[in-house]
T-cell receptor
Framework: DAMVIQNPRYQVTQFGKPVTLSCSQTLNHNVMYWYQQKSSQAPKLLFHYYDKDFNNEADTPDNFQSRRPNTSFCFLDIRSPGLGDAAMYLC?????????????FGNGTRLTVT | KNEVEQSPQNLTAQEGEFITINCSYSVGISALHWLQQHPGGGIVSLFMLSSGKKKHGRLIATINIQEKHSSLHITASHPRDSAVYICAVRSRDSNYQLIWGAGTKLIIKP
């Protein structure tokens, strides 16, 4: 089945230790998104790629970076995780931007910072 | 006032009951999404609507663009339907940002 896969499902890192979360998709979608979701809150868009074009949301901290080496893969790098970065990180894809393309989400990576 | 309002916030029902969750929004939209999230889990996209009505299995979603209102219905509810149901809209001003409702926590008791 075509899908969006996030690895790992659970990630534990130490305060200040860089961590990378990965997302892969078999849908060949043009747009990939990274969301951060804290407990009982709505997901917050961090950034997205439209093909190779990277778009950072204005309030995304500099501590968060992303790479998309090819259509299938997208990575979220947290350079120096703080305790406040503990959250569920969700990857999503859509064929195109705009209202005509459904979103497909992965199962998320739950990040714990110790 | 939030741009996307869902009601009810919490809903507990018995297995087999017909469930309705409502979503009202105040912005011009290009699409409305209904999403499901189980505790600690990822998000599953149930429907994307820009007009009319869609049905998938026991789930039905409707939207009234003039009234800026959408409903999600679950027929013959089952305990496995227990989850948070989220309404989110893509405004006409943004191709990428979603405006999210607060979610409706649904519990179906056996």
């Amino acid at each position: 089945d075509a899908m969006v896969i996030q690895n790992p499902r659970y990630q534990v890192t130490q305060f200040g230790k860089p961590v990378t979360l990965s997302c892969s998709q078999t849908l060949n979608h043009n747009v990939m998104y990274w969301y951060q979701q804290k407990s009982s809150q709505a997901p917050k868009l961090l950034f997205h790629y439209y093909d190779k074009d990277f778009n950072n949301e204005a309030d995304t901290p500099d501590n968060f970076q992303s790479r998309r080496p090819n259509t299938s893969f997208c990575f979220l790098d947290i350079r120096s995780p703080g305790l406040g970065d503990a959250a569920m990180y969700l990857c999503a894809t859509s064929r195109d931007p705009g209202g005509n393309s459904p979103l497909h989400f992965g199962n998320g990576t739950r990040l714990t910072v110790t | 006032k939030n741009e996307v309002e869902q009601s009810p916030q919490n809903l507990t029902a018995q297995e087999g009951e017909f469930i309705t969750i409502n979503c009202s929004y105040s912005v011009g939209i290009s699409a409305l999404h209904w999403l499901q999230q189980h505790p600690g889990g990822g998000i599953v996209s149930l429907f994307m609507l820009s007009s009319g009505k869609k049905k998938h299995g026991r789930l039905i979603a409707t939207i009234n663009i003039q009234e800026k209102h959408s409903s999600l219905h679950i027929t013959a509810s089952h305990p496995r339907d227990s989850a948070v149901y989220i309404c989110a809209v893509r405004s006409r001003d943004s191709n990428y940002q979603l405006i999210w409702g607060a979610g409706t926590k649904l519990i179906i008791k056996p």
